[in-house]
């Protein structure tokens, strides 16, 4: 099982979905259909690599009713998980979506604390020789430590397994130092670097900076990768509207496929696929699911410039 | 136990509340402090009359994970309670508040559906000998009939016990013609009689119909009882703001508190409590809560006019 893909949410959360006529400020609402599902950066990445044919394994902390619920879905989608129980209560996110327009409003729980003991759990019970790649991502729950990301970096390569890092700013150069494969977009690398940097030099620094690569989205302008072999712009296949909401989650998917198949793999045609998961990811309204018969189509179509 | 206050709430909720920054239609909000408790327009009267010193007993249905949370504050908030199972679950809502000038912004689930079999069990389980009133005040559940307050007040009768019913619309006069005390607000008053009778006129037509009695809630312009002795106005006390939410709740549990006592009470006596009581609800954030002291020193104060 050498290309296992462990993606690990340290603050997983329930995600419910309201839906309403149409949110007004001050009103009171009756909430038409209600939707339940586990969530997180990581789950969307691990939903989104089984959708591509990949074997995951969710990672992250469960407690209370909520984490039963968590998990429990995790299950009824078919993603295997490994989760660490924890004292206090999974968190939940609401997100209210217009049934107008679409437009969704969003209130994020901030999350259950990690206890020292529980943390150190989950290292313990971390399955090193299961796994072909870590991707991490999204928010820290309080409690964990802020270099959590560079710890974990850093414990994987003494296993001899690769890390693929989403985050930004203090924790996103920490990342690149312990030698993970960064994932970032831009406005998160310009935090980071300073916001006179462009994309490209910026993706090199990273990998001064000791990372195996630096994959970041640039929006409309497509994405960028860097390695110690050079760098590439790959460009956005046409205008897609949307929800992005997840399209850099299905970039960090893809990212860690490759890198579980080949720990320096061929960075031009990972971005082709990684732009087509993107936009595939905008195509659906909800995060973590894509598009796949536009992610086939599209995939050959990407235009990759070596720079 | 004569004095006994059964309170039900056929669509108990779990009733989270949300402290936000600033709730912005289409944002993505952190949210602050999050309470959780027991709601439902009924827990508000059983809250209410407690606080007063009265003996109560909720009752209604819970199920599933929420309706055992339901269940769980409840019992920590000192609450007597009497819950039929079923088998869906426990509905929540969800109020976002602005930290900034506590506006709130309401989302209220539907409920889960009652069965035949539930409904059943509900009326089976009903300790009549011990009641001496029921008050029933809030939504219905799906699947619960729509003249279930109605039915209610015809059973409490073969039980020689009262009941005091909050409703509005066809299910108001359904109520009264069952001989129930009803307790309403002006508007759902008119949904019921017209938009042309006055509060005075229709809470005495109420009574033809058969209630034992109507107390109307008029907002600013205070209160209306009819019985068959006579009508009575209570003015408000002075002008208070805060969250109205609630108060009408706080006049059903004073009505109810008194009918136990004495099924045909001093009206006029009953409504300058019922003013008090709604106005120092109004000073509370949470509905369910009062302003003990408020209410003491405003009860001797309202002015009750015979009409």
């Known amino acids: 099982m050498a290309g296992l893909i462990g993606t690990v949410t340290l603050n997983l959360a329930l995600d419910v979905t309201y839906q309403v006529g149409e949110l007004v400020v001050g009103g009171s609402h009756r909430v038409g259909a209600i939707r339940q599902r586990a969530g997180g950066k ?101 409690g964990v430590p802020t270099d959590a990301y560079a710890e974990i970096a850093v414990r994987a390569r003494h296993h001899d397994v690769l890390t693929v890092i989403d985050t930004g700013g203090e924790a996103l150069l920490a990342a690149a130092k312990a030698g993970a494969v960064v994932r970032s977009n831009a406005a998160e690398l310009r935090d980071a670097l300073g916001d006179d940097v462009s994309v490209e030099s910026g993706a090199r620094r990273l990998t001064e900076l000791g990372a195996a690569a630096a994959v970041i989205t640039d929006g409309p302008h497509g994405m960028v990768a860097a390695s110690h072999k050079g760098t590439w712009r790959a460009l956005p296949v046409e205008q897609v509207s949307g929800n992005p909401t997840g399209a850099g989650d299905a970039c960090t998917a893809v990212v860690a496929a490759a890198v579980a198949e080949a720990p320096e793999p061929d960075w031009s045609l990972v971005l082709q696929s990684a732009v087509a998961a993107s936009a595939a990811a905008v195509l659906t309204p909800v995060a973590g699911d894509i598009d796949l018969a536009a992610y086939r189509r599209w995939q050959p179509q990407v235009t990759v410039q070596a720079l």
């Open 42 to 142: 990581g789950v969307n990445v691990a939903r989104v690599a089984a959708t591509l044919g990949h074997q995951v394994l969710a990672l992250g902390f469960v407690g209370g009713i909520t984490g039963e619920l968590v998990a429990e879905e995790l299950f009824d989608a078919g993603l295997t998980a490994l989760l660490t129980p924890i004292s206090a209560e999974t968190r939940r996110t609401v997100a209210i979506v217009n049934e107008s327009d679409g437009d969704a409003t969003i209130f994020n729980e901030a999350g259950p604390t990690v206890s020292g003991d529980e943390w150190r759990a989950f290292h313990d019970r971390m399955p090193w020789g299961r796994l072909g790649v870590l991707a991490c991502s999204g928010s820290l729950p309080p």
